[in-house]
């Protein structure tokens, strides 16, 4: 890692049926309509397997702090 670079790990807990959470994580690249002022991109960098296993997302976002960041996310379990 370079000094700009910074690893966090996150585990997020949603209110919805197993099947909701699922549908929403599998088009991630929905995010930026859903919303658009925090998601200003996002990009299936790879496709994972028949489960979504493997999938590969980056995303450009921002917040109120006045930064914005580059991140990626990978589906480990479904």
């Not at 599998?26 to 299936?44: F, K, N």
Request: proline share 3%; charged share 20%; with cysteine.
């Amino acid at each position: 890692m370079t000094a700009n670079e910074y690893h966090f790990i996150t585990h997020w807990r949603i209110k919805g049926t197993v099947k909701e959470v699922s549908d929403v994580l599998s088009q991630a690249t929905d995010l930026v309509r859903w919303w658009p002022s925090v998601y200003l991109d996002v990009q299936e960098a790879e496709a994972g397997d028949e489960n979504g296993i493997g999938k590969v997302v980056h995303l450009y976002t921002k917040g109120w702090l006045p930064y914005t960041l580059c991140w990626s996310f990978r589906v480990i379990e479904s």
